[in-house]
């Protein structure tokens, strides 16, 4: 029998990562990663020299068939993201769907590592009100934004999204003209850089977060979770 292992890793600082984890990462045949370059830095840093295998959003079916082919052979494997739990927003789904339907009949396992994960982060911050939340991941850049940024408002629960360095503030400014529009309140909270050096949680409206991100080109470093909850 081989496994699959879906192995989550920091988001940030290197220290939050699990024993079992890295245990994982030391015996198995290789460690599938994003980006072969940022898992390296994780490996050395534990001293763990398994050797390393790219799989990412632009690996086409060659690539995954290839990792099949190990599955097949009775190779057990590491799915890492760069940064978090793979599979959220991330190409591993793809992956599993694949493993799932075309190796169905092999004798093959697929197992949960969990550690940290930039939502769950986020969400621990946020307080009150988000027991129970709507996650929407990244929005799409151009196609279909609209009717998801349309959904956000139309949620009966808060909504939780990601968000990178290169539309944040596109996202703060939708959501300024889509709430004066609609005459739906909002309190956002985002977080950036968790647990990094610089991390740093902001709340209010958003056209007050958006001065308050746009004081300093800092503040608009690094990734974001964006918690969205209207103020009734």
């Known amino acids: 029998?081989?496994?699959?292992?879906?192995?989550?890793?920091?988001?940030?600082?290197?220290?939050?990562?699990?024993?079992?984890?890295l245990r994982i990462l030391e015996e198995v045949d290789f460690v599938?990663?994003?980006?072969?370059?940022?898992?390296?830095?994780?490996?050395?840093?534990?001293?763990?020299k398994t050797a390393t295998i790219s799989y990412h959003q632009h690996s086409g079916a060659p690539k995954v068939d290839k990792i099949l082919e190990f599955l097949k052979a009775g190779k057990n494997l590491a799915l890492v993201t760069d940064a978090g739990t793979p599979g959220i927003s991330d190409p591993g789904a793809?992956?599993?769907?694949?493993?799932?339907?075309?190796?169905?009949?092999?004798?093959?396992?697929?197992v949960s590592v969990p550690g940290a994960s930039a939502l769950t982060s986020a969400l621990s911050l946020a307080?009150?009100?988000?027991?129970?939340?709507?996650?929407?991941?990244?929005?799409?850049?151009?196609?279909?934004?609209?009717?998801?940024?349309k959904e956000i408002f139309a949620s009966e629960h808060p909504v939780a999204i990601y968000e990178s360095k290169h539309r944040i503030v596109k996202l703060l400014e939708e959501l300024t003209k889509m709430s004066g529009e609609l005459s739906l309140p909002l309190e956002v909270s985002v977080a950036r850089e968790l647990t990094k050096m610089y991390e740093s949680f902001y709340r209010g409206a958003p056209e007050e977060i958006l001065e308050q991100l746009q004081s300093d080109a800092n503040n608009l470093k690094g990734e974001f979770v964006v918690l969205i909850r209207k103020i009734n």
């Open 1 to 21: 029998m081989s496994v699959l292992y879906i192995v989550a890793t920091p988001i940030g600082n290197l220290e939050d990562i699990t024993k079992r984890a």
């Open 32 to 48: 599938l990663c994003e980006d072969t370059r940022v898992t390296r830095k994780l490996l050395n840093n534990y001293e763990i």
């Open 127 to 149: 307080g009150i009100g988000f027991d129970r939340f709507l996650f929407l991941g990244f929005l799409p850049h151009k196609k279909g934004r609209q009717g998801v940024l």
């Open 94 to 110: 793809f992956l599993l769907t694949a493993i799932r339907q075309q190796l169905a009949d092999e004798d093959i396992s697929i």
